[in-house]
């Protein structure tokens, strides 16, 4: 062997003569390589003067002394140009870019020594294309830089998802954030699949809806606070007696004789509430539930498939046979005046001269999301609703 692995320095052989030449030139590639700064990587022709020991990395394409040396380290020594032939992992510091480079299958690459910008960062834990910042700590602060700070979390548009996430077991517990629109909410989940909507924040309004409700802190009952209603000549119950007679059945429409419509609803009970009906002629009675926003003396029904065996001459009452109570559905009311339907605690009614009453709402409708307002049979005073508790 005649020379070294790596940087290729000539061996003194035993019976060389002029040994100091051998050993002087081993020195001088030392000298040239050992702590390599160059002062420029882009010449693709030697400089028109040099200084003894400047080093330059030639550029690809050389031309001229340089020509074939592309990717060398050019060094003058003694007068003339040395070559040198990196090989992978000879690392070089370029004066006139101020960087640091590594030789790497057959080119020179920029090493990135700080973090601005950088792929990936991971503090006592390994980063990932999804988590590209990723820590693992007891606890994290963000210190002020003067007097105060500020973190910020944008998305692409409103549409899109900007949130926090708090996990346990890396599965999701609850979320805060604008999430896939422009509104602040709070959700939680006890399961990672099932997630419950705890508190929004209209974006345009500002106003704040609690959907699941908030509860007394110390008895842990739910609280109902009152709303009123814009518009509160609202009626909900017909003063009649409440009973009609089928004149013909057609899917899911009700036609009635003798134009009795309105014995079972008020006028303004029309598109706004509906009313649970029974077929006294079936044994044991059927029931439907029904609204008016149709004919005359039409009524619409929820479901087709509960008035398939009624036929005209058919007997039809408001108050159930069997408790004697009337059911009312005010959820297209509360669509209309609230802009949405919620299961309502209660109602708060205005029966005119004969004094109001407040009515505890427990029964859940079948036909919507709303909670059903329940009167005695026998009840014939005109109600308004004049505010719902929820």
């Not at 081993?26 to 003894?52: G, H, N």
């Not at 509360?334 to 407040?358: E, H, K, P, R």
Request: overall charge neutral.
């Amino acid at each position: 062997m005649e020379q070294t692995s790596n940087l290729k320095l000539p061996y003194i052989a035993p019976s060389q003569a002029q040994k100091h030449v051998i050993h002087n030139e081993a020195i001088r590639a030392l000298d040239a390589l050992v702590q390599l700064s160059v002062i420029s990587r882009s010449l693709k022709e030697p400089p028109a003067s040099a200084k003894e020991g400047e080093r330059y990395i030639v550029s690809s394409g050389a031309i001229a002394g340089w020509n074939g040396k592309d990717g060398h380290i050019a060094a003058w020594q003694d007068g003339a140009w040395a070559f040198f032939q990196p090989v992978d992992g000879w690392h070089a510091w370029i004066a006139a870019e101020n960087c640091l480079a590594v030789f790497s299958q057959g080119h020179w690459t920029d090493i990135k020594t700080g973090t601005n910008p950088v792929d990936h960062v991971g503090i006592n834990t390994r980063a990932d294309d999804t988590n590209r910042l990723s820590i693992k700590s007891p606890a994290s602060l963000f210190d002020h830089a003067g007097e105060g700070h500020q973190l910020k979390i944008n998305k692409a548009g409103d549409q899109k998802l900007a949130s926090i996430l708090f996990q346990s077991g890396y599965e999701g517990r609850a979320e805060i954030g604008t999430i896939w629109n422009r509104d602040f909410s709070i959700k939680v989940s006890a399961d990672n699949k099932q997630w419950r909507e705890v508190m929004i924040a209209d974006g345009k309004t500002g106003m704040v809806q609690f959907p699941g409700g908030v509860v007394q802190a110390r008895t842990g009952k739910k609280l109902s606070g009152l709303i009123f209603l814009p518009d509160s000549n609202i009626a909900i119950l017909e003063p009649m007696a409440g009973t009609a007679v089928c004149a013909s059945v057609s899917a899911d429409l009700l036609s009635l004789k003798s134009q009795v419509a309105s014995t079972l609803f008020a006028s303004t009970m029309r598109g706004m509430a509906m009313v649970r009906i029974w077929n006294v002629s079936k044994s044991p009675a059927q029931s439907a539930w029904v609204k008016w926003d149709t004919g005359a003396d039409q009524l619409q029904v929820s479901s087709a498939d509960h008035i398939g065996q009624w036929v005209a001459g058919d007997n039809l009452q408001t108050a159930d046979p069997v408790n004697q109570t009337i059911a009312v559905d005010i959820s297209p009311l509360m669509y209309s005046q609230l802009g949405t339907i919620f299961a309502q605690d209660g109602v708060v009614l205005n029966g005119g001269a004969a004094g109001g009453m407040t009515l505890a709402c427990s029964i859940a409708s079948p036909v919507s999301s709303s909670n059903l307002i329940c009167f005695k049979a026998e009840e014939r005073r005109l109600f308004n609703v004049i505010g719902v508790y929820g």
